[in-house]
């Protein structure tokens, strides 16, 4: 079980973020977690407190800043208003500089709205070591991938009607060109595979849970942040 705290953002302002610690002690790598657009709720901060059980130190900034909410208008509403490269370059940005102050390597992994501030902050935080977007991607057009030095990952859903597989074609195609380290995988899913509480009374029909996929993409996962934060 992690507990809330506060950090400075680069600006100075203070934000509170949920920090797990690895129940062996002091880690030398560190991991970004960024929520969905359901806000930080329990099912992210398991999220974290999973990566913290395989020894690593993760906080996730409170980007809603205390809201979270299981309606679909709602969240739709909370990410609606959420200043994205605030978000990226001052809240995550702010989460990853603590985490440096603690750990040698930090990483980063989002899902759905998560992910796509994982591809933006992978753009725009050199200090990031390592990068791995769930589902999520912002407008290509306002994601310089020429500024992604960091190694990435990505798992995508090819029945996805929210982040189309297409544009997920069309940012390999970019990344290629610009000569970024990444692995992308694709799994016939819908979206939201790896979120346990993706099926459920208030969630979209278009979101559904996969085990079987979410145990690949997480071993997936894990062994890529073993590779470029530990070893």
């Known amino acids: 079980m992690g507990t809330m705290i506060e950090f400075k953002r680069p600006d100075g302002q203070t934000l509170q973020g949920y920090l797990a610690e690895p129940a062996a002690g002091p880690s030398t790598a560190a991991i970004v977690v960024i929520q969905e657009w359901w806000g930080l709720n329990g099912q992210i901060r398991g999220v974290a407190d999973r990566l913290a059980q395989a020894g690593y ?19 739709s509403h909370l990410m609606n208003g959420l200043d994205f490269a605030d978000a990226s370059n001052e809240d995550i940005r702010g989460a990853i500089q ?4 603690r750990s040698a390597k930090v990483g980063c992994v989002g899902f759905c709205m998560g992910g796509a501030l994982t591809l933006l902050t992978a753009a725009n935080n050199p200090d990031l070591d390592a990068a791995v977007t769930f589902y999520g991607f912002p407008p290509l057009d306002y994601l310089d991938v020429a500024n992604i030095a960091t190694p990435l990952q990505g798992h995508w859903a090819t029945q996805d009607p929210h982040f ?17 380290a990444f692995k992308f995988y694709r799994y016939l899913a819908l ?40 070893a």
């Open 98 to 101: 603590f985490l440096k102050s």
């Open 191 to 230: 979206h939201g595979f790896a979120n346990e509480d993706a099926t459920g009374p208030n969630r979209l029909p278009t979101t559904q849970y996969d085990p079987i996929w979410a145990q690949q993409a997480w071993d997936r996962t894990l062994t890529f942040f073993g590779r470029h934060l530990v």
């Open 57 to 75: 130190l993760v906080l996730v900034p409170d980007l809603y800043r205390g809201q979270s909410t299981v309606e679909q208008e709602e969240a």
């Open 164 to 180: 189309d597989i297409n544009v997920v074609d069309e940012l390999e195609k970019r990344l290629v060109d610009a000569g970024t």
